[in-house]
């Protein structure tokens, strides 16, 4: 902490190989492709590469990421299914070549590139249950699927498979697999329209982690999406987005009590860590994460306030959390904080977001 100051987010890499192995072992015969929206940090990229992952890139500053880190652009797809011409390019220059579309304007961006592009046709199912819903922003209605499927085939552009991202965080996998079974459909229906083989599903992320509240084991979780796919037509690849599972657990932050105030009979504690920072998924990712002080205090929890730093009025971590009294320069951690945390933070009010520190980059006994 002398070393590094405060605020910091630390990030554990033996944590995201633990979640990168559990999940491989609970969709085995599914290619995990990282999004690194979540966490991207070109360490944790490279960690996941050692572990034998797959990459899912939506945006110009990811491929140049990936790039930097010397991933192979075989091992990447480009998920985002609205593009401009330079971000095609940008991608292509690289020489990723899986892209995905939703709509017949999209596929026409891609004549130019028909002989050296394979594109997923993304296909909207709504999960109610998600703590964030993309099918609304994203994806075709499975009606639609076919007749777009031939509209890219006449224009001479392949679509290889189809893909979905049913929302991240859901509570089950009842979603995923229900789409997999629509998709399932479909892929048949393509081959009795004589369309190309439909030979890639990709099931997308989604798969929760625990926060305040813990979420389904994630065997337990999987188990609906692995019976799915056992019902698919036979020699189909099907890949999967995660985000969250992978780097969500891995990450910590640890914040310092800058001052206290005593408000109508309970502490306000600020600290230099809070809503436009670390803590901004509350915000955008509907997240609450455990907090919890880092040396243990005597003498009796009591509702309290933890504010951030900045002079909005927002900016409040959490109201009535029990706490040990504490005071100006006791430290605090936050946990389950490696996704959707530091990749949205900004430095409003010029408090500086936290430094982040990666350990255990190297396995141990390497
Ligand atoms: C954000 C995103 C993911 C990752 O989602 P998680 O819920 O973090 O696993 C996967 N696929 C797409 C298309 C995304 O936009």
Redesign the pocket.
Known sequence: MARFGSPLLFIDCNIIRRQYRTLAAALPGVELHY?L??QPHATVVKVLAAEGAWF?L?TNGEVDLVRTAGIAPDRCIH??PIKRDQDIRRALDYGITTF?FDNPDEIFKFTPYRERVRLLL?LAYRSTDAM?D?SRK?GCDPEAAIALVATAARAGVTVSGL?F?V????GTADAHARAIEVCGVLISEAVAHGLPPLEVLDI????PIDYLQPAQAIEEFCLPIRVALAGLPKGIRVIS??????C?PAGFCLTTVMGRAMREGRWWYYLDDGIYGSFSGQLYDHSRYPVEPVAPHAGPKQPCVLAGPTCDSIDVIAEDIPMPELAAGDLLMGRQMG??TNATATDFNFFPRAHMLIVNATPAGD
């Open positions: 999004a929206k979540p899912d939506a998920t985002h995905v993304r964030v993309l994203f893909t991202h929302g991240s965080q859901v997308g992320g989604g798969f987005e995660p985000g969250r599972y992978i969500g996704a959707y």
